[in-house]
């Protein structure tokens, strides 16, 4: 298993004193390959999933293990990408990408290649000099995404990645990202609040409930094209496992 | 012609339109020379403070002072706001005593420098450091309380140390807020050496406002306020100059 969280309580001390449960008893677990969601009401949690995942912080209870081992502290085999794109304004695009390499002891000759091998790959090439200024927003977000890949992590960790796009640049930059991931065959797990989203692009949807989060549901998305989010969006499963989804969410009446 | 050139023309002409005013106005209204002196007053004055009154040597001095000042200061205030801004135990505990050395008037502590110093150099260096001294710390400790928590995650995530996270993350981003604080600590600089030798000096453009005041010399007095301000221009300026290479990676605001 390249991902696998047992029995994940996180229980966080507020600054009054007080507790506050994000995630409960969370169960599931993501395979070699895999490209996985978790959609789930504001609040719930994903985040804390993320950041577990990572080792910025640990389980109050139970255990997140990656490749099998316990994750107690940042892991370098973890990369992660937020709604912001972090890359560091004073820097370069192709520094930026170097930054993660840096202190891992790669030598500055590789640290380069790697770096413009990435950016090739998140078709970037030629924007290597930039400064992030200089780019649009899916552009910065594909150089994060160059970043990330750099330190050849064995899962990525993506928050919400595309929601601060707009609509277009959107849909072609998950189109992008999937063709990507799929090409360099790294574990995926992605916290998104858009439904279709997480339909179009995952082998597997799973469903928390409001805080604690927990997980309500595993939806396998059993269709062709992971890789081509566009041609899966034209597909009629796709609108099926979405309004399955929108139910168990019970959006309809929450909007009531 | 090109709107550069315009406004080049404008800023010129309204130079000359000032110094025509100061020039023709005071006399025009029957202000005598000790109250005002005319443009023509103050050059006749300037010459003679170059022969008479040393003023290279003057100048020389109140300019190193300055920058001395200056660089100690913002030294100092920098490295404490950066090692406050990585401790917030310890920014806890001393912040009331910045607070309130922050709203204390430094250039009141220029007689006692001088009570313990004497009437040397060091009492106004010393002005100067405490002055330009809270600015910079207080912009520093502040971005550094702001930088943003995602990338420092970030950097942690790829293993970097307390130190490289220093380095590469928070460092560069104070960078902004620590220019901005040298640059109203550069203004300050100049109050801080002016009071010093104001207060106790035998030397320097303070002095020589304080010793052209007893005279009643109006002329000299302003001939000094204007060197002054000259050397606080060219030092904020070589500030902003540095500002706009180091900082070169923020897109500039379009007006
Ligand atoms: N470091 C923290 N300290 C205290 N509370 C936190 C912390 N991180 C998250 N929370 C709380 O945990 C809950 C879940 O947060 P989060 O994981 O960010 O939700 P989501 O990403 O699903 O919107 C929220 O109520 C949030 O306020
Ligand atoms: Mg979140």
Same mark, same amino acid.
């Given at each position: 298993?390249?991902?696998?969280?047992?029995?994940?309580?996180?229980?966080?001390?507020?600054?009054?004193?007080?507790? %506050?449960?994000?995630? @409960?008893? !969370?169960?599931?677990? /993501?395979?070699? #390959?895999?490209?996985?969601?978790? +959609?789930?009401?504001?609040?719930?949690?994903?985040?804390?999933?993320?950041?577990?995942?990572?080792?910025?912080?640990?389980?109050?209870?139970?255990?997140?293990?990656?490749?099998?081992?316990?994750?107690?502290?940042?892991?370098?085999?973890?990369?992660?990408?937020?709604?912001?794109?972090? %890359?560091?304004?004073? @820097?370069? !695009?192709?520094?930026? /990408?170097?930054? #993660?390499?840096?202190?891992?002891? +790669?030598?500055?000759?590789?640290?380069?290649?790697?770096?413009?091998?990435?950016?090739?790959?998140?078709?970037?090439?030629?924007?290597?000099?930039?400064?992030?200024?200089?780019?649009?927003?899916?552009?910065?977000?594909?150089?994060?995404?160059?970043?990330?890949?750099?330190?050849?992590?064995?899962?990525?960790?993506?928050?919400?990645?595309?929601?601060?796009?707009?609509?277009?640049?959107?849909?072609?930059?998950?189109?992008?990202?999937?063709?990507?991931?799929?090409?360099?065959?790294?574990?995926?797990?992605?916290?998104?609040?858009?439904?279709?989203?997480?339909?179009?692009?995952?082998?597997?949807?799973?469903?928390?409930?409001?805080?604690?989060?927990?997980?309500?549901?595993?939806?396998?998305?059993?269709?062709?094209?992971?890789?081509?989010?566009?041609?899966?969006?034209?597909?009629?499963?796709?609108?099926?496992?979405?309004?399955?989804?929108?139910?168990?969410?019970?959006?309809?009446?929450?909007?009531? | 012609?090109?709107?550069?050139?315009?406004?080049?023309?404008?800023?010129?002409?309204?130079?000359?339109?000032?110094?025509?005013?100061?020039?023709?106005?005071?006399?025009?209204?029957?202000?005598?020379?000790?109250?005002?002196?005319?443009?023509?007053?103050?050059?006749?004055?300037?010459?003679?403070?170059?022969?008479?009154?040393?003023?290279?040597?003057?100048?020389?001095?109140?300019?190193?002072?300055?920058?001395?000042?200056?660089?100690?200061?913002?030294?100092?205030?920098?490295?404490?706001?950066?090692?406050?801004?990585?401790?917030?135990?310890?920014?806890?505990?001393?912040?009331?005593?910045?607070?309130?050395?922050?709203?204390?008037?430094?250039?009141?502590?220029?007689?006692?420098?001088?009570?313990?110093?004497?009437?040397?150099?060091?009492?106004?260096?010393?002005?100067?450091?405490?002055?330009?001294?809270?600015?910079?710390?207080?912009?520093?400790?502040?971005?550094?309380?702001?930088?943003?928590?995602?990338?420092?995650?970030?950097?942690?995530?790829?293993?970097?140390?307390?130190?490289?996270?220093?380095?590469?993350?928070?460092?560069?981003?104070?960078?902004?807020?620590?220019?901005?604080?040298?640059?109203?600590?550069?203004?300050?600089?100049?109050?801080?050496?002016?009071?010093?030798?104001?207060?106790?000096?035998?030397?320097?453009?303070?002095?020589?406002?304080?010793?052209?005041?007893?005279?009643?010399?109006?002329?000299?007095?302003?001939?000094?306020?204007?060197?002054?301000?000259?050397?606080?221009?060219?030092?904020?300026?070589?500030?902003?100059?540095?500002?706009?290479?180091?900082?070169?990676?923020?897109?500039?605001?379009?007006?």
């Amino acid at each position: 298993m390249a991902l696998e969280f047992t029995g994940v309580t996180k229980t966080f001390t507020l600054p009054d004193g007080k507790d %506050l449960t994000a995630v @409960r008893d !969370i169960n599931f677990t /993501v395979g070699q #390959g895999e490209f996985v969601s978790v +959609v789930g009401p504001s609040g719930c949690g994903k985040s804390t999933i993320l950041s577990m995942t990572a080792g910025l912080y640990q389980p109050t209870s139970g255990a997140v293990r990656v490749s099998g081992e316990v994750v107690t502290k940042p892991n370098p085999h973890v990369g992660f990408m937020l709604q912001k794109d972090l %890359l560091l304004p004073w @820097r370069t !695009i192709i520094k930026n /990408v170097e930054f #993660g390499l840096e202190s891992r002891g +790669v030598p500055k000759a590789e640290r380069r290649e790697r770096a413009l091998f990435e950016l090739d790959r998140c078709h970037l090439k030629g924007f290597e000099d930039h400064y992030p200024y200089q780019l649009s927003g899916g552009m910065r977000q594909r150089a994060a995404l160059a970043r990330t890949l750099a330190i050849d992590p064995a899962i990525i960790l993506l928050d919400e990645p595309f929601s601060a796009l707009d609509a277009q640049t959107k849909l072609l930059i998950q189109n992008s990202f999937a063709e990507t991931i799929q090409e360099a065959g790294i574990t995926t797990l992605l916290i998104t609040h858009d439904l279709s989203e997480a339909v179009i692009m995952s082998d597997r949807v799973l469903v928390l409930s409001e805080r604690p989060g927990t997980v309500m549901r595993e939806i396998p998305i059993d269709l062709p094209d992971r890789a081509h989010p566009l041609k899966r969006r034209q597909m009629p499963e796709i609108h099926q496992h979405a309004s399955e989804i929108f139910t168990l969410l019970r959006l309809d009446q929450r909007a009531a | 012609m090109s709107q550069a050139s315009t406004q080049k023309l404008v800023a010129v002409a309204i130079l000359a339109l000032l110094l025509l005013i100061w020039q023709f106005l005071p006399p025009a209204l029957g202000v005598p020379k000790y109250i005002v002196p005319t443009v023509s007053d103050m050059l006749t004055e300037l010459g003679r403070m170059y022969r008479r009154e040393n003023l290279i040597a003057n100048v020389a001095s109140t300019a190193i002072f300055t920058v001395l000042g200056f660089a100690i200061g913002s030294a100092l205030g920098a490295a404490i706001g950066y090692l406050l801004g990585l401790s917030a135990f310890w920014e806890r505990v001393l912040s009331p005593y910045i607070l309130a050395l922050q709203i204390a008037p430094k250039v009141a502590f220029a007689p006692l420098f001088i009570m313990w110093f004497g009437y040397n150099s060091t009492p106004k260096l010393l002005v100067t450091v405490l002055i330009v001294f809270f600015p910079v710390l207080v912009n520093v400790l502040a971005a550094m309380k702001t930088v943003d928590r995602d990338m420092v995650n970030l950097a942690r995530a790829y293993s970097l140390n307390r130190w490289e996270i220093f380095k590469k993350v928070e460092f560069p981003s104070t960078l902004p807020n620590l220019m901005a604080g040298l640059r109203i600590a550069s203004t300050l600089a100049v109050i801080g050496v002016t009071v010093g030798e104001l207060v106790g000096g035998n030397t320097g453009l303070g002095f020589l406002i304080s010793y052209g005041g007893g005279q009643a010399n109006a002329a000299m007095v302003f001939n000094a306020i204007v060197l002054l301000t000259i050397i606080g221009i060219v030092l904020y300026s070589v500030l902003v100059w540095a500002e706009e290479r180091l900082l070169h990676y923020i897109p500039k605001k379009d007006h």
